[in-house]
Nanobody, 117 residues
Framework: QVQLVESGGRLVQPGGSLRLSCAAS????????MAWYRQAPGKERELVAR???????TYADYVKDRFTISRDNAKITAFLQMNSLKPEDTAVYYC???????????WGQGTQVTVSS
């Protein structure tokens, strides 16, 4: 089993920045993709950014040039640097880890990000 714990969410003003962290523990697969999703009230969960085990990354169009996903060298912690935040970025942000070989997926409990003046 893999446990994921997100942190860093809080209230921030429009135009501000936040850095979210996701710490993985447990039986972490050697090849894994990590991603950030978000879910706003009344909306479905959506992909924000993904970091593949190969090192490549992908982003949703609405966060390109504003958000950056990164991982530490051991690939057990993922980060999401969020700049130029907008009120529509308000959501619960979830960390996701996928075992590349077994296709098992794991989720964290989420961290609330609120962008408001």
């Amino acid at each position: 089993q893999v446990q994921l714990v997100e942190s860093g969410g809080r209230l921030v003003q429009p135009g501000g920045s936040l850095r979210l962290s996701c710490a993985a523990s447990g039986s972490i697969p050697s090849r894994n993709d990590m991603a950030w999703y978000r879910q706003a009230p009344g909306k479905e969960r959506e992909l924000v950014a993904r970091s593949f085990s190969s090192g490549t990354t992908t982003y949703a169009d609405y966060v390109k040039d504003r958000f950056t996903i990164s991982r530490d060298n051991a690939k057990i912690t993922a980060f999401l640097q969020m700049n130029s935040l907008k009120p529509e970025d308000t959501a619960v942000y979830y960390c996701n880890l996928v075992d590349v070989n077994r296709k098992d997926a794991y989720w964290g409990q989420g961290t609330q990000v609120t962008v408001s003046s």
